[in-house]
T-cell receptor
């Protein structure tokens, strides 16, 4: 069974720092990987989607990389701002599941200190 | 553009009661799904649909029913509520199935069963 792990579970850094969030998955037979952001009391917002054939995706200050062979993805946030404070989740879509439904990690709770 | 709309936002039920959680999307997405989010468990797939008239079970389907009579609506029915169904429920939709395109989430329904 696919398992998705996110480390660290929580992170607090001063404003302006560059930071990396980690996501690992146990089965490398995935179709794609998504990074989401969740604000308190809200739904999830898709940030970046990486297809299995891609190595990375970029959107503004965010960069996500994917290494299928090692079962890892990282989300890099440049020049962090207090507005980046949220919980970040990664999720993979598996080939074995018939490409329906995502398996989520439990998230990294990020606090950016002003 | 409303995106994915869920109602109600909050609900309290007594054990044994039934109710329907509503979900509607206005993006003409074929793929819709229901997740529940529990502390320490992450998000888990309940049911999903790849188009009108087609539904299938996810990871945790017991105690829930779904139907998909139109592209826009995907209601989730709790047949006989149990305390174990206390959770936050999210509806999500996407243009492509299997995580092939970004997943759009509603803001959730917080359900408490006493």
């Amino acid at each position: 069974k696919q398992e998705v792990t996110q480390i660290p579970a929580a992170l607090s850094v001063p404003e302006g720092e560059n930071l990396v969030l980690n996501c690992s998955f146990t089965d490398s037979a995935i179709y794609n990987l998504q990074w989401f952001r969740q604000d308190p009391g809200k739904g999830l917002t898709s940030l970046l989607l990486i297809q299995s054939s891609q190595r990375e995706q970029t959107s503004g200050r965010l960069n996500a990389s994917l290494d299928k062979s090692s079962g890892r993805s990282t989300l890099y946030i440049a020049a962090s701002q207090p507005g980046d404070s949220a919980t970040y989740l990664c999720a993979v879509t598996e080939k074995e599941k018939g490409a329906d439904g995502l398996t989520f990690g439990k998230g990294t709770h990020l606090i950016i200190q002003p | 553009n409303a995106g994915v709309t869920q109602t109600p936002k909050f609900q309290v039920l007594k054990t044994g009661q039934s109710m329907t959680l509503q979900c509607a999307q206005d993006m003409n997405h074929e793929y819709m799904s229901w997740y529940r989010q529990d502390p320490g468990m992450g998000l888990r797939l309940i049911h999903y649909s790849v188009g009108a008239g087609i539904t299938d079970q996810g990871e945790v389907p017991n105690g829930y029913n779904v139907s998909r009579s139109t592209t826009e609506d995907f209601p989730l029915r709790l047949l006989s509520a149990a305390p174990s169904q206390t959770s936050v429920y999210f509806c999500a939709s996407s243009y492509l199935r299997g995580g092939g395109s970004p997943l759009h989430f509603g803001n959730g329904t917080r359900l408490t069963v006493t």
